[in-house]
């Protein structure tokens, strides 16, 4: 009996790339069609363009592609959790709609599978069409987060992955609404190995990570997979603590022995705004955590379904596919 793997691809506003892909994908995996069955799941994350209509027409012209249409836009993370809970495949294989993603590395990472590794991930070498910029703060990024965190995290390692069945469960229980997987991939465990790639170009369109968004997720995973500011904030204050107090010892001797001094008005000041910026910042802090706790005790789900379309995969091929 063949193994079936699911190829998982969330796609918001990706109506230029999704024929391309697809077609690229049956390109690379064609070889392997007769040892094992692929079903390529577009997940339409509230897109506004014809992405929808685009993924319906494949379905209609093919007999392995299915969709997940969510009720609204929910983001990548939510996304990509929609298509761990539809999959009841031996594997999991989630890449981005944009083809920045090269299908030719699936068949070595299921190669990599099939010698028991259970997170075959890609690892970036080059990140074509990326700013200057927005390389050097991704790199600071994930080296802060590895510093703060106690679990390993993999710098340039994406969601572009293949995940054994055992991972892909071990996701579906983890039901956070404030998520980062990239996080949760680590923290899950299971046996890892990975392949380097270069990003390509997006093959169409500009990227919906602005650096708003991905500021945004910079504090989600921060604040999801540690707490390391909490503890930060708390270091700090025993640190500002201890210099005030030998700072009051000084001048409560220098006073004893040389008298009153009225000067000092300025650096009062500029003590005392120092002081009330550190308090503000630990207030926000805590505040970004009671704000998780507040959101997560609510227990909603993580999303709804406007739809779901499933391949047609004991049919046979239509002559248009």
């Known amino acids: 009996m063949m193994k079936k793997i699911l190829i998982s691809i969330p796609a918001y506003n990706e109506e230029e790339n999704i024929t391309p892909l697809y077609n690229r994908l049956k390109e690379t995996l064609i070889s392997l069609s007769n040892e094992y069955s692929f079903e390529y799941l577009f997940i339409n994350d509230g897109s506004l363009d014809s992405t929808m209509s685009v993924i319906s027409s494949l379905i209609e012209d093919t007999n392995d592609v299915s969709l997940i249409?969510?009720?609204?836009?929910y983001g990548k993370e939510i996304a990509m959790a929609a298509g761990f809970d539809y999959s009841t495949h031996d594997a999991v294989i989630t890449l981005d709609a944009d083809l920045q993603h090269?299908?030719?590395l699936i068949p070595e990472m299921i190669k990599l599978?099939?010698?028991g590794y259970e997170d075959v991930y890609a690892k970036r070498k080059q990140r074509k069409g990326e700013s200057p910029l927005k390389k050097t703060t991704s790199k600071l990024f994930y080296k802060l987060?590895?510093?703060m965190s106690n679990s390993p995290v993999n710098p340039d390692a994406g969601d572009f992955r293949l995940l054994d069945k055992k991972a892909v469960d071990a996701l579906k229980k983890i039901r956070e609404t404030q998520r980062y997987t990239k996080g949760l991939y680590n923290w899950i465990g299971f046996k890892k190995i990975s392949i380097e790639f270069d990003a390509d170009e997006r093959l169409h369109g500009n990227?919906?990570?602005t650096y708003n968004s991905l500021f945004k997720l910079a504090i989600e995973g921060i604040t999801s997979y540690t707490t390391a500011p909490l503890k930060i904030s708390m270091y700090f204050g025993f640190i500002i603590s201890?210099?005030?107090f030998i700072y009051m010892v000084y001048?409560?001797?220098?006073?004893l022995i040389f008298g009153s001094d009225t000067s000092g008005f300025p650096s009062l000041m500029i003590v005392m705004l120092f002081?009330?910026?550190?308090?503000?910042?630990?207030?926000?802090?805590?505040g970004e955590y009671l704000s998780r706790i507040f959101v997560e005790t609510k227990r909603r789900p993580l999303y709804f379904i406007g739809a779901i379309k499933k391949a047609k995969l004991d049919d046979k091929p239509s002559s248009k596919s």
């Open 69 to 73: 249409d969510l009720s609204r836009n």
């Open 102 to 104: 090269p299908p030719t």
């Open 113 to 115: 599978w099939e010698l």
């Open 145 to 147: 987060l590895g510093k």
């Open 207 to 209: 990227s919906k990570w």
């Open 242 to 244: 201890a210099v005030a």
């Open 251 to 255: 001048v409560l001797v220098k006073t």
């Open 275 to 286: 002081l009330g910026g550190c308090q503000l910042i630990s207030v926000g802090i805590v």
